[in-house]
């Protein structure tokens, strides 16, 4: 008699964690889901250094891309406040001409790393939508030298 | 000063070590002399790393710019709040900052356990301890915030702009206390593990700490959305970078610990799967602190990229080790003292929404740390922005508030389900109104989905409330304020619980509408001409050049109107601040009107007054920050004192409401 209750709410039990499972399960795969087509379908982007994308300019024509490199000196064309603000960035051998037309970050200057991320397209200056600045020599800035 | 704090910082290393070694063989070999030599121990590292911290702020207080960490984060003319809260505006004072937070809780909970869990203290104060001599091996060894500069500058380099708001005075020392106060709860686990007592007698102690890291960190995150919201111009209170999302991960799953911890209590259940969320926190905290300073990732948090991130990797992969290896050791001891009776069940409910959290805590790791692997396997690395996240993130999140909607109503073990249904049907109904009226109209199906579930989530909840209070009126025939008063008081953790889920359902009112329907528009304009965004029209009026004692300023003054009501008038400003003349820091112009916010960026400009702005209409964000008040209310009623145990009360106010009437 025992023995049957036993076995009844054992195999109820089993029943119910076969039921949590495949809830799980379906979890799971929902967002396995969501990560696969989230990667697929936004604007997920290779991020590489300047002559990387030079050398893959082929593969990398019309995707979005990430691009880090360091403002070059002298480069940066503002312009009026209406027009676009104009830059090249350079890893130390190549460089790649940068268009952007938001607000710059802050931190943003010449010779500062920066990341700046868009369309590109292989002979055309890179239409960034979005500039990201890094500046570990600022952040942890030396104090200035006694000038004078 | 600056001898005395590396004095304090060596001597605290080396007592650290000490205790560590005394409480690990004073428990071995049951020497309560040796335990008792163990605890003070901590006490007098904890007391050692705050002299070494005080001697830190007095060092920037009295501009001792011998020290290179000073002079490199404070100058003369700023003001003195931010002279002391540039203490942990870099690598090594946060870090000491950090070590303060872990050691000072860890003696705390020492103290105030030390009448209880007498087998436990010993190996919680040794796993403590472990963590704090790591921490104390990186700050005298390879990052000392009292190194000192063979010339002596005679003034500072000034703390970075970006720095210099009212959030830097809240928001890192609470993320970090967060994070730091993840130590605790992670000590006294690793503490049962040892031990092999896995019972429930830790579990209430373990729930306490983890509750008060969580507020602090979910705390910290909030005032970091608010003062990005009002610094960096793009517009948001939450850009999923790198940094934001490695706080976000430890915060997910203490979350998702601090529910199923409750089903562990009542019913036994989960025991593995809570000390692994315990585990998963701590680990992630530290990642969380390592990889921010190990340049392998690219953020807005630009931090220093230093060779510390060795340090703190070896640190994670010893700690994920020896966790996992205990975890499994203890299986056998582990096992459930239930089963889970029916997937309509509190307990099942529990369980998915620690499936879900974990899942979005899974998915922000996989985005954030994609570019590693991508790099690791294909070569290439590849990262994804916000749009990524919104999409994997955003319908996970809908799915929790459904739940969130349903959970309480939910009995353990088996829910009758038309019960369910009869107690859903107003919230129900209601949701789905706002809904179909979403819908029609402004015709954003998700926003309008996303609304109905935030709405029933909220019914269900307020009718929670109101059932409560309306019970306590029947029975201790109560006003209902005092009723609502001794509900929040006497139940604290239910209500508590309830007030913090009525926070989340604010601020999701503010997310989904500041997601779904912002405006944004660039105008480039004269002094005196207008331009309009939505029902908005912005006025230029002009810039203004303006002083201060450690910057210049320029000031765009912008008139409002709605419609042709006038609104107000923003400031936005440029700041240009002494030795960072080329980087020209932004404060928002923000108006509050009616609902919306009116956000003015002003991007650039000439001499003759010509200047772009970047204007935003942000719809409810307003109640983001509503939410976060209610959210302090809400964990404050979570840890309101209960001077008599809970046990031994509820019989006798029965007794008195049944003499009553």
Redesign the interface.
């Known amino acids: 008699m025992s023995g049957a209750v036993v076995t009844r709410t054992s195999t109820r039990g089993l029943r119910v964690d076969v039921r949590l499972f495949g809830i799980a399960v379906v979890i799971a795969a929902a967002v396995g889901y969501l990560l696969y087509t989230g990667l697929q379908g936004t604007a997920a982007s290779y991020f590489v250094t300047v002559s990387e994308l030079q050398a893959k300019a082929e593969s990398v024509d019309g995707r979005r891309v990430r691009v880090g490199g360091d403002v070059v000196a002298g480069s940066i064309v503002r312009g009026g406040p209406a027009d676009p603000i104009r830059f090249r960035i350079s890893d130390g051998s190549s460089e790649l001409e940068v268009v952007y037309a938001g607000v710059l970050p802050d931190i943003f200057a010449e010779g500062r790393h920066v990341i700046v991320e868009g369309l590109y397209r292989s002979g055309q200056p890179i239409q960034a939508d979005s500039v990201l600045t890094q500046c570990p020599s600022r952040f942890e800035a030396m104090p200035t030298a006694p000038t004078s | 000063m600056a001898h005395l704090g590396s004095g304090a910082l060596i001597l605290a290393l080396i007592l650290a070590i000490y205790g560590m070694v005394a409480s690990l063989l004073g428990a071995r070999r049951r020497v309560p002399e040796l335990l008792q030599s163990g605890y003070r121990a901590t006490y007098a590292v904890a007391f050692l790393v705050a002299v070494a911290l005080i001697a830190l702020v007095i060092a920037f207080v009295r501009h001792d710019?011998r020290l290179?960490y000073v002079?490199?984060?404070s100058s003369r003319d700023m003001p003195l709040h931010y002279v002391i809260a540039a203490f942990y505006g870099?690598?090594e004072g946060s870090l000491l900052y950090w070590t303060l937070v872990a050691s000072g809780l860890g003696a705390l909970a020492l103290y105030l356990h030390r009448r209880s869990d007498r087998t436990l203290l010993p190996y919680m104060n040794a796993t403590l301890l472990s963590v704090v001599t790591f921490l104390l091996l990186v700050l005298t060894v390879v990052s000392s915030p009292f190194r000192l500069?063979p010339v002596t500058?005679?003034?500072?380099?000034?703390l970075?702009?970006?720095l210099r708001d009212p959030g830097m005075m809240a928001h890192p020392p609470l993320l970090l206390s967060g994070y730091a106060g993840f130590t605790v709860p992670f000590a006294f686990g690793m503490a049962a593990l040892i031990t092999g007592r896995l019972g429930s007698d830790w579990l209430r102690a373990i729930r306490r700490w983890t509750l008060l890291a969580w507020t602090l960190l979910g705390l910290g995150l909030l005032i970091g959305a608010w003062w990005a919201y009002h610094v960096?111009?793009?517009g948001g209170y939450w850009g999923w970078d790198p940094v934001e999302n490695l706080a976000l991960l430890p915060w997910l799953t203490s979350t998702a610990f601090l529910h199923s911890v409750i089903v562990q209590e009542r019913r036994g259940m989960l025991k593995v799967w809570n000390l692994a969320l315990l585990l998963a926190t701590f680990a992630l905290s530290i990642f969380g602190t390592f990889i921010v300073r190990s340049?392998m990732l690219?953020?807005?948090h630009?931090?220093?990229?230093s060779s510390i991130g060795h340090w703190f990797l070896s640190f994670l992969a010893l700690v994920l080790v020896v966790g996992i290896g205990l975890l499994v050791y203890r299986l056998p001891g582990l096992q459930s003292e239930r089963?889970?009776?029916?997937?309509s069940s509190r307990e099942?409910g529990f369980?998915?929404n620690n499936?879900?959290l974990t899942?979005m805590a899974?998915?922000v790791f996989?985005?954030t740390t994609?570019?590693l692997f991508s790099e690791l396997f294909w070569d290439?690395?590849?990262?994804?922005?916000p749009?990524?996240?919104n999409?994997?993130v955003g319908?996970?999140l809908l799915v929790l508030l459904l739940l969130m909607a349903i959970g309480p109503l939910l009995a353990w073990r088996r829910t009758d389900v038309r019960l369910l249904l009869h107690n859903v049907r107003w919230p129900a109904m209601t949701g789905i109104v706002v809904g179909l009226i979403g819908l029609v109209a402004f015709s954003r199906p998700w926003a309008a989905a996303a609304y109905a579930v935030t709405m029933i989530a909220a019914g269900v909840t307020l009718q929670e409330f109101w059932r409560g209070i309306q019970a306590r009126r029947r029975n201790a025939r109560e006003n209902v304020f005092l009723a609502a008063w001794e509900l929040l008081r006497r139940n604290n953790r239910r209500y508590g619980g309830y007030l913090v889920h009525l926070a989340i359902l604010l601020m999701a009112v503010g997310i989904i509408a500041s997601n779904a329907f912002q405006l944004e528009r660039?105008f480039?304009l004269r002094p005196g001409e207008q331009g309009t965004i939505g029902p908005y029209t912005v006025v230029y009026r002009g810039l203004e050049d303006r002083r201060m004692a450690d910057a210049e300023i320029v000031a765009a003054q912008v008139d409002i109107y709605r419609g042709q009501r006038y609104a107000g008038t923003v400031e936005s400003f440029r700041f240009f601040y002494r030795?960072?003349e080329?980087?020209?820091?932004?404060r928002m112009g923000i108006k509050l009107v009616g609902m919306d916010d009116v956000y003015v960026?002003l991007?650039?400009?000439?001499d003759d007054g010509?200047?772009?702005l970047?204007v935003y209409v942000n719809p409810l964000v307003i109640w983001i920050w509503i939410g976060g008040v209610v959210f302090v209310l809400g964990t404050l009623t979570l840890f309101w004192p209960q001077p008599v145990p809970a046990l031994l009360r509820v019989p006798q106010s029965v007794v008195g409401a049944t003499s009553e009437a």
């Not at chain 2, 630009?302 to 990229?305: G, H, I, N």
């Open positions: 710019f290179a002079a490199g984060r870099g690598q500069l500058p005679p003034d500072g380099a000034g970075n702009p970006l960096l111009g793009w340049g690219s953020s807005v630009a931090f220093a990229v089963q889970i009776e029916s997937v099942a369980l998915y499936l879900l899942a899974f998915a996989w985005g994609f570019p290439t690395r590849i990262t994804v922005g749009p990524f996240y999409r994997v319908p996970l660039q480039v030795n960072y080329d980087q020209p820091t932004a960026v991007d650039r400009w000439q010509m200047a772009s970047r």
